[in-house]
Each structure stands twice: as structure tokens, then as C-alpha cells.
């Protein structure tokens, strides 16, 4: 071999190997890009997925799953495997008073009213663990009413859990069980869900635990279902949900969490090819303010707009028009709004939130539910032909942007309660009823002359029976605007009282 031979040979390999390190460096390169965009998609502009997954403790290192093989056809056994461990039975009992005809008289035309027997009514669903230390989402009509809540794990063990708080606005509660290492789902990207997508639904139809199926997304953002709870922006599905399904976990190709399995569409009461789930965008930040502040922190923006379905009765033409419209248009602002202060006008039509494009009512609203009052965030608008971007402090209902935490609202009755037994009840010739067993000096009981022995028939107009009747009754009055009760009751062998009380009293 002549010299410029060997020159010419080791030109080449040291090209070769330059070439092999280049491409070795560029591929380990895309792959921390990659992660880096799929930890930036978890972001959503730096608020909600990362800080409700981090309200409990998540581990953003957790290893996921993926439900396509090489070949890329479905996989679902590995995602399965993973989840099904994250999802529990629960069992919610409570009492309800069953009205009983007497005997005596419907023989002897006495005619009295009969009279009320307590009932156990025990209901089931799933739930979703999301901390190792045994924090749990579920739906508020899960365990609503319940005296008690039970959970069961994959692995039969049973807890009884406490109930840290509830939203029936979204259908998000929050229960706790106690211990630790618990497996959990970790929280998704509910967002970048697209139509057409593999998702799995798991969960307890009809109490067969731990039961998985698959499906597609079929519809984001889905609406106007003739729900009450306030939510427009529900993931549509076609997996199999069923009636305890409700509170379980819809998960996406890579195990996360990305919805909580809330209500079906059916005429039969069973799945019927429509199930839908409220997007942990929504529920994961619900479940971190009941956690941190025991209720929701809701923003607005201070703005109303026009009701479509409404407008199409009344004017058909303009409702044409404006469902054409990609956006959402300023029909009008509410007192101290946030959107007005900052610059907005009637007519605006809003395209974007913090560069999150908006087209419909839902998207808005997906977008608002996950910030808090005192967040700023950038909304464009169309106005006259021309984008426009204002900064807006976003406000709660009240206008300001305190936090508003929870009050302990029985407890700021003062006053412990004993149930009454049916004999009782007859004796005094009442339904429904609890006896006060004592109250403090400095209660709201004993400023309003509530004592000891007094009986309580009914708050606001609903029958009590227990002290978990008489706190959710409280509860929901103290966070209402009235922050007002009414109480009818009596002292034996004396004539029946009603006292209101003030609760926001201090």
C-alpha cells in the first residue's frame, strides 16, 4: 500500500466515525427535545396540570406506558395492567326516611299521616387514586348524602374514607383514605386529547370491579346536555360506561389520567354508544382547591353571551349568524368586570386565552376553569377586522380576587345534636326531627335562644334526621349569597318556633 493510499483510508475512517458520533449526538438530541415538549405539553403555559399534579405529590419521573406495539397495532394490556390498580370500588351508604302507613289508621279513619321509618340506601361507583398518600376523585353524586363512604382496592383491601370536600357544579369530589404508597394515575394532558384517539375507560359497572374498555375519543369540548352542573366542555367517548362507572378513570395511550367518567347518554339508563367524562384540566384543578382550600376557586371574566338556542326562537337570522362566528362575542358586561376594566368592549369577540384558541362558549369555559382569582391572563380579541390583547386580572364572583376558603359552618353553630328514635318521633307527633344535646356561650345557637332539648324538624324547609343532614344543609347555606337559615322547631309541650339565623355572623 503506497502512502497516499493510507491517507486516503484514514480520511475515511475518521470521517466514519465523525459521521456515527454526529448521528448519535443528533438522535440523543431529539430525544430530550422530544421529552422536553412532552413535559412542556403537561404545562399548559405553566398553570394547572403541573400545579394540580403537584398538589399531591405526583412524580414527574413516573414511567408510562404506551398502547401501540412496534407493529403499531393495539396494545392495551401493559396500560390496563398499570391503571387498574389506581381505580377503587366505592361504596357510599346513607339513611333516608321511608314514609309508613299506620295500620290502625287505615282501618279506623283515624287520619293521620302516617309516620317515618329510617331506610339504609347504599349506592356504588369508582373512584380515581391521584397520591400516594390516598387522595381519591370521584363524582360528587357518588357519595352525595353519604352517612358513610367505603373504598375497596384492586387488592380487596377496604378503607373508610373521609370526605375532604365536593363541587355538584362540576360533579368533582374529593374523598381521602389513609396510609401510604398507594399506586395512583398520574395526571394527563386533557387538551392535546384529539378526535379519534385510543382511550380506555376503567372502573366498577354495575359492582364488577376492576373492569376495563376501549374506545375513541368522539367529541371535545361536548355541551348542552341538559345537565345542571355548569360544566360545557365534557370529552366525548365510545367506550363502554355504565352505571357505576361514574368517578372512574379515562385514561390515554400512555396511562395518564385525562378525564373522570361522569354521565352517559342513553334513553335505557345503560350505554348506549355516547359516554362522556369531565377533562382533568377541569377536575384536577377542582380537586386541588377542595384540597387546599376545602372549595373551588372560580374565575371570570366578568362577560355575558348571547344563549344560541335561545336567540333561535327569538331572532333566527341573528342566531345564524353569530353561530358562524368563531369565537365567542361581548354581548354585555357584568358589574366590576374584569374584562371592561381592562380595556374590552361590547361586540369584542374573544379568539384566544393565553394564546389557547377559542372558538366556542366550551373552549372559553375550559380555559377559565383552570385559573384562579388574582391569575393574569392574556385574551385576544377581534375587533373591527383587527386582533387586539388585553392583560386581564381575572376576579371571582364577588368581584374581587380574594380566596375564599371554607367555614366550619356547624361548627360555628355551636351545638352538638341526638338523633330521635321512631317511638319518639310519634310520641311528639313529628316526621322528621333531632334533638339539640348542647350548645357553647359563644355559638350562633345560643345567640338566637337555641338551648339544650330543643327540636329541630327542619332547616330551610328539608327534613333533618341527623347531624349529617343538618351540616350539609348548613354547609350549602353558608356558601350560598343569603348565607341565611331558617329553622323550624319546638320545645316539648310548647308551640312551634321559626328562627332564622345569620350564618355569616361572626
Known sequence: MNTSNGKNLLVTVA????????????????????????????????????????????????????????DGFPDFTEVAEKTVHGVVHIKSTSIREQQMINPFDYFFGFGGEGYSQPKEQVGFGSGVIISKDGYIITNNHVI??????????????????????????????LIKIEGNDFPYIPFG????????EWILAVGNPFNLTSTVTAGIVSAKNRGNLGNDSGIQSFIQIDAAVNRGNSGGALVNTKGELVGINTMIYSTTGDFNGLAFAVPISIAGKVAADLKQFGMVQRAVLGIQVENIEVLRQRDPEKASKLAQ????TISEFVDRSPAKAAGMQK????????????TDFAELQTQLNKYRPGDKVKVTVQR?????????????????????????????????????TNEQKQEMGIKSGIKVESVTNDGLFRKEGINKGFIIMRINNTSVNNENDVSQIVTTAANSQDKVILIAGFYPNQRTQYIAIDLSQK
Do not use: C, Y
Open 15 to 70: 470521517v466514519a466515525i465523525l459521521s456515527s458520533l454526529l448521528t448519535i449526538w443528533g438522535f440523543n438530541v431529539i430525544q430530550n427535545n422530544s421529552g422536553r415538549q412532552n413535559n412542556a405539553a403537561l404545562t399548559l403555559n405553566g398553570k394547572n396540570i403541573d400545579e394540580s399534579a403537584n398538589s399531591f405529590g405526583q412524580d414527574p419521573n413516573v414511567k408510562l406506558t404506551n398502547m401501540t406495539t412496534e
Open 189 to 196: 394532558n386533557s387538551e392535546a386529547l384529539k378526535v379519534g
Open 325 to 328: 362566528i368563531k369565537g365567542v
Open 144 to 173: 352525595e348524602g353519604a352517612n358513610e363512604v367505603s373504598v375497596s382496592l384492586n387488592d380487596n383491601r377496604e378503607f373508610t374514607a373521609k370526605v375532604i370536600g365536593t363541587d355538584p357544579k362540576t360533579d368533582i369530589a
Open 347 to 358: 361586540g369584542d369577540i374573544i379568539t384566544s386565552i393565553n394564546n389557547n384558541k377559542i
Open 384 to 420: 373591527d377586522g383587527k386582533d387586539r390583547t388585553f392583560t386581564v386580572e381575572l376576579k371571582n364572583e364577588h368581584g374581587n380576587t380574594e380566596i375564599t376558603k371554607s367555614v366550619d359552618a356547624i361548627g360555628n353553630l355551636g351545638a352538638t345534636f341526638a338523633p330521635l
